[in-house]
């Protein structure tokens, strides 16, 4: 039997209770239930950083098994960035310890009276003081909690200092790089007096029919290794999305405004980086693709540095985006911005926004305290995950909610913030040139999102037949029309809800390339685990529960079509290059919108009819039954 | 020495160096022994080393001069001449444990219920390596070279972290 852990902070009181397994059926494990148990244990208009709002951290439903890929676990939160529906997916091995400690989903509410670390040791939860552990950074953490327990297998998730003041964009830590980084998790964390949780598991999950699960998992996993994306994955990593983004004009350079970056050649190259820094390959619990790359930088001004994992993020938001072109400042920043629980993905988005009104000329070295923020500085890369740890000067003034920051620096300076409708800092990938995968990211519940809703077999230039059969209905697949791209997004929003539910990485589904798993194959795991015979329709069905139910959550708070918008700049022609004069035209974007929530079953403000809920079984919520 | 039959005989070898951590070797060990997925119940742990970025697999390598034979007092571990594994008569072995205390390999592992458990290599058919990406683990020939490259990944490893402490 499935279970949940309610931690109640303010009166130190555990209590676990087992899941029907009904309801796991309906939601799955990992987002699903996680998005069921934020629905249900919150109410209208909680403040993100109040006690009662509930920190739910959900293992897929898979994750842990003998099954490919599907070790990833799942952060749920009323977002403190946003103050919207919020979550995070991390990865490494802490889901699977958690579902070895038996708990298929964590809630933990109220606040410590101090600073507080979780010790999960299978039925045993203890709350044991972190008084030492506060103001340390997350690798210090880790360590300090191993030497307290004398257990290095203890599978730790952790804030740092960010998170303790509550930095909006503070993410949660495991391992070195695994973290759950957009949505400002590690704010609500920090929020609680909560530095760290802490789990040794060593439960059987059982298996309904495990010759079936050995044939499977064998079978996918030869399958999987014999494809050229996994072949180039596990060498390179995702970094070589970044180049090919690059070439194709899809991503963003010095804040919008360019979206080609040939200064990188020769210096940001992905093969530099394997030469110069890569040590070996690095994987997340029971995937064979081994995707994250350990480092060292051998000489220079950063000599010594170790870490892991820059995935494109790192040339992308480090690089292109704040105009940089050395891999060893890229690295320099984003071990920092790991080492402090800052999530790399928004650091990077203020970092080229402060950049950039500094150099129009609306801020100057007196805000910044006396740090060059020209484009490209070396100084303010490095320097800006400090102030942003100790919450002093400028990064104090960034740290706390965009709004606050714009306020601070002036109304002029917001213009160039780049948000999408829910308010959350737009991703540096140039989203105008594509139809569904517009669409798909801006619709996303948390708010823009290459994770949710990117089309990556948009613009892969597949034949039209093989796209078809992928997306199983007609589907053109010219990235610039606008035809047919609504299913598209949704059946692309459909699979990735999916794959988090069941803790599938995304590098293995056919979000990252078109001969990877679909539906299907999840499909065979989850039946031979649990013995439901569920149908691929039941999946599928499943999954537009769950974008309901986190929808649910935003329209609860009064969210209405407005906030499916992209950011301004979307709609504005782009002007060089070879996508020169592109764009969305609002009148085309207002009818994707439209046939997107006809067939999500919404009216044309965007809201989930009452059929729609019924048809989903979700007319009944909040029922409250975990 | 090596001798003839000894290169000629196929065991479990281990280059820590490039193994990535993915913990798939417990996961098919623990269902294909025990039918549930337990990495507790493995007869192969992955002993992570994180801040070093190392991953070790801890797994009976069948050691030339084995310790933990000696250490069993009642005589439940033994070395076939044929294949030169080391062999567990799981009906006889009481649980003591003195065979964990003296592997230098952590390579004998107690099982939540208080088993003894050790990798017997599937009689000759060892599952974990069929799901070892980086070939990390191997079940190949005993030769002196490969023995000794693997050794060599562990062994500097483990002076490393010694010197550094």
């Known amino acids: ?69 599907m070790g990833r676990c799942h952060v749920n939160g009323k977002s403190p960035d946003t103050g919207k529906y919020g979550d995070s997916n991390i990865g490494g091995a802490f889901g699977a310890e958690l579902m070895y400690a038996g708990l298929q989903a964590l809630v933990i509410t109220g606040k410590a009276a101090k600073p507080t670390y979780l010790f999960i040791d299978n039925d045993k939860i203890q709350l044991r003081d972190a008084s030492k552990l506060w103001g340390k950074d997350t690798f210090q953490t880790q ?10 297998d203890v599978k730790v998730a952790c804030i740092g200092e960010a998170g303790e003041h509550q930095v909006g964009f503070a993410c949660i830590l495991h391992q070195l790089k695994r973290s759950a980084g957009r949505t400002g998790q590690g704010a609500l964390m920090g929020s609680k007096n909560l530095k760290a949780v802490a789990v040794r598991g060593s439960q059987s999950l059982p298996v309904k029919d495990p010759q079936k699960l050995l044939e499977i998992t064998r079978r996918q996993y030869e399958y999987i290794r014999r494809t050229k994306i996994f072949e180039i994955t596990k060498r390179w990593s995702n ?11 899809g991503i963003v350079v010095r804040n919008h405004r360019a979206n080609f970056y040939p200064e990188g050649y020769g210096h940001l190259d992905v093969d530099i980086f394997l030469d110069k820094y890569s040590e070996k390959m690095l994987a997340c619990q029971q995937c064979a693709m081994h995707c994250e790359h350990r480092y060292e930088v051998k000489e220079g001004p950063y000599k010594g540095l170790k870490g892991e994992g820059p995935e494109w993020i790192a040339p992308l938001h480090f690089g292109a985006l704040v105009g940089n072109i050395h891999w060893d400042v890229i690295l320099a920043s984003f071990e920092k911005t790991n080492r402090f629980g800052i999530d790399a993905s928004t650091f990077g988005l203020y970092l080229a926004w402060l950049m950039d009104i500094y150099d129009r000329g609306l801020i100057g070295k007196e805000q910044t305290g006396g740090i060059d923020f020209n ?74 999102d290459h994770l949710r809703g990117r089309c990556n077999l948009e613009f892969m230039g597949l034949p039209a037949e093989v796209l078809s059969k992928i997306i199983g209905r007609p589907t053109n697949p010219d990235p610039y029309a606008w035809d047919t791209k609504a299913f598209f997004a949704m ?37 031979a685990v649990t013995g439901w015979n569920m149908t691929k329709d039941e999946l599928w069905e499943a999954s537009e529960r769950v974008w309901n139910m986190e929808k649910m959550f935003n329209v609860r708070d009064g969210e209405d079509r407005r906030h499916d918008t992209p950011p301004k700049i979307f709609f504005e022609p ?45 007319d009944k919520e909040p029922s409250h039954i975990i | 020495m090596t001798t003839q039959t000894q290169t000629a005989q196929k065991n479990m070898l281990v280059n820590a160096n490039i193994c990535t951590g993915c913990r798939l070797c417990e996961l098919i060990c623990s269902l294909y022994k025990e039918k549930e997925t337990n990495p507790a119940k493995a007869r192969i742990h992955n002993e992570f080393y994180l801040m070093e970025g190392m991953r070790v697999p801890r797994v009976c390598i069948n050691c030339t001069d084995p310790k933990c034979i000696p250490a069993c007092p009642i005589d439940a571990l033994k070395k076939d001449k044929a294949t030169g594994w080391v062999v567990m008569d ?46 990390a683990i191997k079940f190949d020939s005993r030769q002196p070279q490969k023995i000794t490259l693997a050794r060599q990944g562990m062994k500097s490893f483990l002076d490393k972290e010694i010197t550094e402490k």
């Open chain 1, 375 to 448: 484009f490209g500085s070396a100084e303010a890369m490095v320097k800006l995950p400090e102030l942003i740890n100790k919450d002093e000067g400028i990064g104090k003034v960034i740290s706390h909610g965009a709004d606050e920051a714009i306020r601070q620096l002036g109304d002029k300076t917001g213009e160039f913030l780049y948000r999408c409708g829910r308010g959350l800092t737009q991703e540096a990938v140039n989203d105008r040139i594509l139809r569904a995968t517009c669409l798909g990211d801006q619709t996303s519940n948390r708010g823009n």
């Open chain 1, 143 to 152: 360590l300090g909690v191993w030497d307290e327990l004398q257990d290095p």
């Open chain 2, 90 to 135: 799981t009906k006889l072995c009481n649980d003591c444990q003195m065979c964990i205390g003296a592997c230098p390999y952590g390579a004998i592992r107690l099982a939540p219920d208080n088993d003894v458990i050790k990798c017997d290599l599937c009689g000759g058919d060892p599952q974990c390596v069929t799901m070892c990406e980086t070939q």
């Open chain 1, 239 to 249: 970094l070589f999305a970044w180049v090919v983004n690059n070439e194709r004009e």
């Open chain 1, 1 to 69: 039997m499935r279970q949940v852990a309610y931690v109640d902070l303010t009166n130190r009181k555990v209590t676990i209770k087992p899941i029907p397994e009904d309801l796991l059926r309906k939601f799955l494990g990992g987002r699903g239930i996680g998005s069921y148990l934020l629905y249900n244990h919150t109410t209208k208009g909680i403040h993100p950083l109040s006690p009662e709002n509930p920190l739910i951290f959900s293992p897929g439903l898979m994750t842990g098994q003998f099954a490919n890929a």
């Open chain 1, 491 to 527: 059946w692309q929003q459909n699979l990735n809800t999916m794959s988090d539910c069941l803790g599938l990485c995304k590098f293995w589904t056919q979000w990252f390339a078109p001969d990877l798993f679909g539906f299907e194959q999840p499909l065979e795991v989850i039946n």
């Open chain 1, 574 to 618: 782009i002007k060089e290059g070879a996508r020169k004069g592109l764009c969305l035209e609002p009148d085309k974007w207002n009818a994707l919108l439209d046939e997107y929530y006809d067939l999500r079953g919404w009216d044309r403000n965007g809201i989930p009819k009452p059929e729609t809920l019924k048809r989903l079984k979700l």
